[in-house]
């Protein structure tokens, strides 16, 4: 008898391991649109066409952004031109006659609501008079334009970055002063906490009258322990997006060039536990949130800082920076470049000889898969022209995927489809970073 108890044992962990795959629903790819995209110039113009060729991808689409009215509370608009007279709302949700499967919501905040960002807080303080307000002008905008439901990605108060110094010509390793970033943000963060709660659960029974969804999307450095008492909210939501990158920036974090958007702590050179995919992951899973509710999200741009001579030779991060690189040629956002931009910086034919900033970027991959490429060039002899990035590409992209699924989560939230390189100049394959996704989640 005794001899048998390997196999058994064996047995029973093959069925508990193989029985959350099987009465899984197929994973969410969760597509973000940013309508900005759709009135960028040139090739960054993003168009219903294009949409359209990523639909196929996609199990949601989230339609970004719209904003709350300071004084009174109420969702509005923040391109009434676009959203409104141009009809772009409806003709978004008009894909739903030809695409009935996917869900279409609309998202509050996004960093896109610039007015006031403190009334995202107010409106948590601000009672139920207020609070009443805007979930009725929520649920009026989302029927009208027939949306499927709305989608919170509230502007709460951030992480403080972690502040670095060095003297000039000093060794980067010794910094000179360095604060670890845990200073409070928000003193009131517990209630507001509570405020948040009540605020979701009055919002989700409004929804639910009319069949409504109900997501959450969790801002980059927005910090989910101050603001979300995660296994209150679970079951008021239908889903919840974790905001897994930009966890380093050049705006917000200008001296230090790093994994803006690692799968795992990278150790060493004193990072912060909390700065990547997994640790977000697992903030949510402890506390008994399920699986299939929580989904990472994945940046279709990377994050691009100056490097100056004193960057030192070795590109390895952390590396010494000066702020933002420029804008690409055809996102023109500072410290922003997407896929398209950086594949075509990445050694090919056409600028093996390129100067200046036509040069190649040296590219360094991550065999480990824990922590995604980043590519550099050194400045030139004047001091010009350095650059380093960190980006995800369809293969680190894939390998988040594969973490969705061997966790059992619910999928992949994309940031966003407007960024991806849906001409296909890097390839030819549009949309690379959402097949990536998709291939690996199937
Ligand atoms: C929130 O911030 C604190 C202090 O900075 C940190 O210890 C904690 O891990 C953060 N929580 C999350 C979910 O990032």
């Excluded at 980067?172 to 409070?184: E, L, M, N, P, V």
């Excluded at 800082?305 to 702020?323: I, Q, R, Y």
Aim: hydrophobic share 40%; glycine share 6%.
């Amino acid at each position: 008898m005794r001899s048998l108890w390997p196999l058994w044992l064996g047995l029973a962990m093959t069925l508990l391991l193989s029985e959350p795959q099987s009465i899984n629903a197929a994973p969410h790819l969760i597509c973000y649109y940013d309508s900005r995209g759709f009135e960028r110039q040139g090739l960054a113009q993003f168009t219903l066409t294009d949409l359209e060729l990523a639909l196929q991808f996609c199990t949601h689409v989230i339609y970004g952004y719209a904003g709350i009215n300071p004084d009174t509370f109420e969702l509005k608009s923040l391109n009434q031109a676009l959203d409104y007279e141009r009809r772009h709302f409806a003709q978004i949700t008009a894909f739903k006659d030809k695409y009935p499967y996917i869900k279409f919501l609309l998202s509050v905040g996004g960093d896109r609501d610039v007015q006031q960002e403190e009334k995202y807080i107010q409106l948590l303080e601000a009672g139920s008079q207020a609070q009443t307000r805007f979930i009725s002008s929520a649920r009026d905008v989302v029927r009208r334009f027939n949306f499927d439901g709305l989608d919170l990605a509230f502007q709460l108060p951030r992480n403080k970055p972690r502040k670095v110094h060095s003297d000039v010509g000093m060794a980067w390793k010794s910094f000179k002063k360095f604060f670890t970033g845990d200073f409070i943000v928000d003193p009131d963060a517990d209630t507001h906490k509570t405020q948040m709660t009540n605020f979701v659960k009055d919002l989700s029974s409004a929804l639910k009258v009319n069949d409504l969804l109900l997501s959450l999307t969790i801002l980059p450095n927005v910090n989910s322990s101050w603001y979300f008492d995660a296994p209150a909210i679970a079951d008021k939501v239908d889903f919840i997006n974790l905001g897994t990158f930009d966890f380093l920036t050049p705006t917000r974090n200008p001296e230090e060039a790093d994994f803006s958007a690692p799968l795992y702590e990278a150790f060493g050179q004193n990072r912060l536990a909390h700065y990547n995919v997994h640790f977000q992951m697992e903030h949510w899973l402890l506390q008994r949130v399920p699986a299939n509710k929580l989904n990472i999200a994945i940046a279709t741009y990377g994050r691009a800082w100056k490097l100056t001579p004193d960057s030192g030779t070795t590109g390895e991060p952390v590396v010494a920076a000066d702020g933002p690189a420029v804008a690409g040629p055809q996102t023109k956002t500072e410290g922003l470049l997407n896929w398209a931009e950086i594949c075509q910086l990445l050694p090919n034919p056409s600028n093996t000889n390129g100067k200046g900033a036509a040069a190649p970027i040296r590219r360094v991959p991550d065999p480990t898969k824990r922590y995604g490429s980043y590519a550099y060039r050194l400045p030139d002899e004047d001091g010009q022209y350095g650059l380093w990035v960190s980006y995800d590409d369809p293969d680190t992209a894939a390998s988040k995927a594969q973490y969705a699924r061997v966790k059992n989560l619910g999928g992949v939230a994309l940031f966003d489809l407007t960024q991806d390189d849906f001409r296909g100049q890097c390839t030819g394959d549009r949309f690379p970073m959402l097949r990536a996704i998709k291939y690996r989640l199937l």
